[in-house]
């Protein structure tokens, strides 16, 4: 089993910043690539930005020259840096985990969810 925490979400004002915290803890063999996605009231769950173990990231159109994601590979944990945050920012951010359990055998792979952090920025 594979457990994914974030921490870090709140309350800020438009151009604001918040850093994001997302630790994975578990039968963990290695993990490939970490991400952040958001759902806002109403809509359909996105992707934020993500980063795979060599640290190659892709980033949403909308939150690109803003956000800024990194990991910590020996402590299996991703942030998200977030600056300049605007209201359409608001969402739920979850946290997302891909890698292989042990034993690392063909098919034992894990694809893991964070429980979601609330992100609220007001106008």
């Known amino acids: 089993q594979v457990q994914v925490v974030e921490s870090g979400g709140g309350l800020v004002q438009a151009g604001g910043s918040l850093r994001l915290s997302c630790a994975a803890s578990?039968?963990?063999?290695?993990?490939?690539?970490m991400g952040w996605y958001r759902q806002a009231p109403g809509k359909q769950r996105e992707l934020v930005a993500t980063?795979?173990?060599?640290?190659?990231?892709n980033y949403a159109d909308s939150v690109k020259g803003r956000f800024t994601i990194s990991r910590d590979n020996l402590k299996n944990t991703v942030f998200l840096q977030m600056n300049s945050l605007k209201p359409e920012d608001t969402a739920v951010y979850y946290c997302?985990?891909?890698?292989?359990?042990?034993?690392?055998?063909?098919?034992?792979?894990?694809?893991?969810w964070g429980q979601g952090t609330q992100v609220t920025v007001s106008s």
């Open positions: 997302n985990v891909q890698g292989r359990r042990y034993p690392p055998t063909p098919g034992n792979q894990f694809n893991s």
């Open positions: 578990g039968n963990i063999f290695n993990i490939n690539a």
């Open positions: 980063i795979t173990s060599g640290a190659s990231t």
